[in-house]
């Protein structure tokens, strides 16, 4: 009997065991999956948080700036032909056309904000920081190809071919022994003093290279010690990305010259939304989700306190009222698009309020804030011993008294923590506010309730959508202010839950 016993007590331990690991196990792989996605978030996230500028010296031509009228001025053309003066090798329409394509569409910006701020600069040459495009920019960041350059470790002859386009390379060798002395494979580029060719293949016993970066026109050949010439290698081929071997080469010279700047982007904190990736920010989300929410806040705060005071508190217990209890709980599953049908329905078909507005997202959210208000509300109500509301109508209290001037006072810690992780599913929310519109794309910052919005993760939404690559470092970025803001609000609610919750 004995040896039956003690056989139980084994299984039943080693059940638990079991049961022990299988939840840690658990807790374990969540935490992994958890730490795997917020790692990659981060990591796409991180360089949409820097952008990337050139400096460069810019005459204010008194020509192309009217004094009168200092915004309208011609600054796109001043950057423009200061940007071709670095590069007087840079010649033929579509190379310039190439070269300018480094910068960005808003890159006159700064010129502009300077001659505003100081019209005394008409007419003298500073130095202006100039963004970057988004494929200059992915491309200093090392997004688009790995880029890699080694010095040449033997001589370098270089020739121009007569009659032809094309020069020849070789070393103290020809063919296929100098492709091997001088290290260089078919596609890769070589850089001297001077121009810059890519290697085509072994011709008639020579290595053959096409110009990328033309030598000068006078240039027939050269000779070039080791170390004196590099080989720049592109893990991805031209062809497949955005960026070409020339627009490759430009940047890399600004970067020996120390011409490129890499700073933090406020502008992603400071602007709206645009085209151009290197131009979009998330201000305009932000301020339309603050607006948004603030409207829910307003309307479902006072609404589902009062409900759940008058559910918990005067409402008689009847069939009628366990209706209500049913409907509220069920409120509370529904899906959040019904929400959105509901709102686009009634708030946008029957009473004709604006599309895409704060004021009508906050009135969707709010209904679907309710309900979590009241049961949270309704919860914390209940958490209040009884003995409070005895003592209060034993000292000569009324009922409303005893409610409003104890009980709900003793309560609200509970309340707000509720209503807080409720504003913060709110804030998170995109379903329902894509059926009223707040899908559109919207480049301002909104002025008010009625002004046309969005909000921030509808603007996740929408860039993750977009064909441009730099929109995917901008769609992790936008996901990592939000986690932010939403760690922020449950943080909150747990401090206030901790700092004046009372056990009875």
């Known amino acids: 009997m004995t040896e039956v016993r003690d056989e139980l007590v084994k299984k039943r331990y080693a059940t638990e065991r079991r049961f022990r690991f299988y939840g840690a196990a658990a807790l374990t792989l969540t935490a992994l999956f958890l730490a795997v996605l917020l790692i990659d978030v981060i990591i796409k996230g991180i360089p949409a948080f820097h952008e990337t500028s050139v400096e460069i010296d810019v005459k204010v031509d008194p020509a192309d700036v009217d004094t009168a009228n200092l915004p309208g001025g011609n600054y796109d053309k001043m950057i423009k032909t200061a940007f071709r003066a670095e590069f007087p090798e840079v010649t033929g329409r579509a190379n ?272 679907l804030v309710l309900p979590t208000i009241i049961i949270a509300s309704r919860a914390a109500l209940k958490a209040v011993p009884p003995s409070i509301t005895e003592a209060a109508l034993g000292v000569g209290a009324s009922k409303q008294q005893a409610v409003f001037q104890h009980v709900l006072p003793l309560a609200l810690p509970g309340i707000m923590t509720g209503t807080i992780l409720g504003l913060a599913r709110a804030f998170g929310e995109t379903a329902p506010l894509l059926m009223i519109g707040m899908v559109a794309f919207i480049a301002d910052v909104p002025q008010g309730f009625t002004s046309a919005a969005t909000v921030l993760p509808v603007q996740v939404f929408l860039w993750s959508d977009l064909p441009e690559i730099a929109f995917k470092s901008k769609t992790a970025a936008a996901i990592i202010v939000l986690l932010v803001v939403l760690f922020a609000l449950n943080a909150v609610a747990i401090y206030l839950r901790k700092r004046f919750e009372r056990r009875w």
């Not at 080989?231 to 071997?245: H, L, Q």
């Not at 709102?343 to 946008?348: D, E, I, K, S, T």
Request: glycine letters at 10%; a negative charge; proline letters at 5%.
């Open 96 to 367: 310039q056309k190439a070269l300018t394509a480094l910068l960005s569409s808003g890159g006159a910006d700064e010129l502009r904000r300077m001659v505003i701020a100081d019209p005394s600069i008409i007419g003298k040459t500073v130095t202006v920081p100039v963004l970057l495009g988004a494929d200059a920019d992915m491309f200093l960041k090392g997004q688009l190809t790995d880029q890699t350059i080694a010095p040449g470790k033997a001589t370098l002859h270089v020739a121009r071919l007569e009659g032809e386009e094309g020069f020849v390379l070789t070393g103290d060798t020809t063919g296929e022994e100098a492709e091997k002395q001088l290290g260089l494979a078919t596609g890769e580029v070589v850089r001297f003093q001077g121009g810059a060719v890519r290697v085509t293949g072994v011709q008639n016993g020579y290595l053959k290279a096409d110009p990328v970066l033309p030598p000068d026109p006078s240039f027939t050949t050269g000779n070039f010690d080791a170390g004196t010439w590099d080989i720049i290698t592109f893990s991805v081929p031209e062809a497949n990305r955005r960026i070409n071997d020339n627009q490759a080469l430009w940047l890399d010279k600004l970067k020996q010259e120390g011409r490129i700047e890499n700073n933090f982007s406020w502008r992603f904190f400071e602007s709206g939304d645009s085209r151009e990736p290197e131009l979009a920010g998330i201000r305009g989300a932000l301020v339309g989700s603050l607006l948004t929410v603030l409207v829910a806040l307003s309307l479902a705060l006072p609404l589902g306190i009062a409900a759940a005071v008058y559910l918990e508190e005067f409402a008689p217990k009847n069939k009628w009222t366990d209706l209500i209890e049913v409907n509220i709980n069920n409120l509370a599953a529904v899906p959040s698009i019904i929400f959105g049908l509901l709102g686009l329905a009634v708030f946008l078909n029957f009473f004709g309020l604006p599309r895409s507005a704060p004021v009508v997202g906050g009135l969707v959210l709010a209904l």
